[in-house]
């Protein structure tokens, strides 16, 4: 079974931006989750999509988005970039139900010049 | 909130010697744990978890974990260790919020430093 597949690995932007991530699950799991991870902030949680729904959110400005499409696949959108938003943003797919084992992908790092 | 604290940013052992990764959390409700290991430009990958039953709990690559309520930890070990087990890693619970939605919690994280 394939696992979480991010892609772009690697994304360079200049401030102002826009810029957007893309999330493939594994193969029957309806629930994505976004997590931030900087060196000062650690790994924090962004949002969660489970069936085209947003069930969860984290403690992050609204110019941080994102949505699920019918086949579970995700994207995230951040706008307006600011230097801060550079970080590897790592995307966890799982059964989205009961307790649910997540399983991470190897992560987009965006840098913001 | 829940919240997980790792003792020690950085954790040096030698090549054979026992690896001991300090994880103690705080929740209100019984916690569901984890360990997952990043390698180098790389994601987290799942060690091994607690959800219910045996409060010891063995892992991927010889690692194991034991959860203690009345300490609040989750420490994890393994016998010796080894140069591939260079990695960070990190402790997490599961936060639980409305709709059966799950969230993870992490700590910091532990660089672990193999010397030959």
């Known amino acids: 079974k394939a696992g979480v597949t991010q892609t772009p690995r690697y994304l360079i932007k200049t401030r102002g931006q826009q810029v957007t991530l893309s999330c493939s699950p594994i193969?029957?799991?309806?629930?994505v989750s976004w997590y931030q991870q900087t060196p000062g902030q650690g790994l924090q949680f962004l949002f969660e999509?489970?069936?085209?729904?947003?069930?969860n959110k984290g403690n992050f400005p609204g110019r941080f988005s994102g949505r699920q499409f019918s086949n579970s696949r995700s994207e995230m959108n951040v706008s307006t970039l600011e230097l801060g938003d550079s970080a590897l943003y790592l995307c966890?797919?799982?059964?989205?139900?009961?307790?649910?084992?997540?399983?991470f992908g190897a992560g987009t790092r965006l840098s913001v010049l | 909130a829940q919240s997980v604290t790792q003792l020690g940013s950085h954790v040096s052992v030698s090549e054979g010697a026992l690896v001991l990764l300090r994880c103690n959390y705080s929740s209100s409700v019984p916690p569901y744990l984890f360990w997952y290991v990043q390698y180098p430009n790389q994601g987290l990958q799942l060690l091994l978890k607690?959800?219910?039953?045996?409060?010891l709990v063995k892992g991927i690559n010889g690692f194991e974990a034991e959860f203690k309520k009345s300490e609040t930890s989750f420490h994890l070990t393994k016998p010796s260790a080894h140069m591939s087990d260079a990695a960070e890693y990190f402790c997490a619970v599961s936060e639980w919020e409305v709709q059966g939605a799950q969230k993870l919690v992490f700590g910091q994280g532990t660089r672990l430093t193999i010397n030959p």
């Open positions: 966890a797919s799982s059964l989205g139900a009961g307790v649910y084992i997540q399983y």
């Open positions: 193969s029957g799991h309806r629930s």
């Open positions: 607690y959800t219910t039953g045996a409060t």
């Open positions: 999509y489970f069936s085209e729904t947003q069930r």
